[in-house]
């Protein structure tokens, strides 16, 4: 028998909430290209798409903003919860006990939307809490006027941030929700078979997300921008990388065999940044010169600009620091959790796969 690991390619469910086709380099959210939607809607436009099925009308989405903004203060007793984690605690742990503990006294069945936009109003609140706590800072209040991306970086500073910085957060955040059967919405899937409650899902899918091959790639982007350093630099030190047999980081995808459409979504969405960050315009000169060096390197190998190259280039021109660049994905990625953590409640069967035994048996019968 051939050795199985990983269930690739092992269909484990049904869904109309998103498609991945990495051969034609297609992302869909309930029927509408996510890179549109990215570029063109709000965050909480595409939450609401993505719990209801639908775009919102004007009425709804002004109600969902107003229920969002309510939602994003957190209580006293995570508060104090939080404050007592030592330091060393990295974040993705502090988040991953303080959704757990959020759902006390929510653990009902099935779980709910309400849940759900609890769950990702507050979600940014207890980073930016954190991160301003561990750096000697004041905790910055919710601003309700607000949208969910300008307050996330408005609760992170201390400062309203440019709408230029809030449109490319937005749109990164958007193309974060939700890409089919991953390893964190699985193991959220997973979890909520058992008909444990959404609190107890999403914090298992923190835990999934933590994991270094599923949320950590835009480290490794940003380290290699950082020792480049110069557009001057940059053909040299390809050069070199791919010479030596370095993996450019930020090219290529396990999924997509085209360009990342969250890549091209991230392009479009981030031109009014163009001349106006030096960080940025580096970003976008190594991204030119390593596609035409890969091409030339490892002609037909189809090796596209990816999501965590953009993600590397937004994060760093935001002046956002690395240990909140998992948290971020994490709060962009909560609303398609939860809207899979209700999908697979309306028709739940517990997983139960099976796997096969390689041990050794009992030399007789018992």
Known sequence: MAKVTGLEGVVAGETDIGLVDGERGYLVYRGYWAKELAVTR???????????????SAEELNLLKQ?????????????????????????MLVLQSAVAALGEGNAAWP?????????????????????R??????????????????NYLYMLTGEVPADTHVKALSAYMILCMEHGMNASTFAARVILSTESDMCAAVSG??????????????????????????????????????????????FG????KTKDPRAEA??????????????????????????????????????????????????????????????????GRIVGWTSHIMEQAKSNRIFRPQSVYTGPMPEAEF
């Open 205 to 250: 899918a923190i835990g999934a997300m933590k994991g270094p091959l599923h949320g950590g790639a835009p480290y490794e982007v940003i380290s290699m921008l950082e020792d480049i350093g110069t557009k001057e630099r940059a053909e040299p030190w390809l050069r070199h990388a791919l010479n030596s047999g370095t993996k450019i980081m930020g």
């Open 42 to 56: 709000s965050y909480e436009e595409v939450a609401h798409l993505l719990w209801n099925g639908h775009l919102p």
């Open 133 to 150: 706590k561990l750096n000697g800072l004041t905790p910055v209040e919710p601003l309700s006027e607000l949208g969910h991306a300008a």
């Open 253 to 256: 995808h396990r999924i997509y």
């Open 111 to 131: 779980p709910t939307q309400k849940q759900g936009m609890r769950l990702t109003s507050v979600l940014p609140t207890i980073i930016a809490y954190r991160y």
């Open 266 to 331: 991230l392009q479009i969405a981030t031109q009014e940044m163009i001349g106006n960050d030096s960080s940025f315009d580096l970003a976008l000169h190594v991204e030119a010169t390593a596609i035409r060096l890969l091409d030339e390197y490892k002609p037909g190998r189809r090796l596209f600009t990816n999501v965590e190259f953009y993600a590397a280039a937004i994060l760093r021109a935001l002046h956002l620091a690395p240990e909140i660049f998992t948290p971020t994905f994490t709060a």
């Open 67 to 91: 229920e969002m903004a309510a939602a994003r203060s957190m209580p006293e007793y995570l508060c104090r919860m939080i404050d007592l984690l030592p330091a060393s605690v990295p974040l």
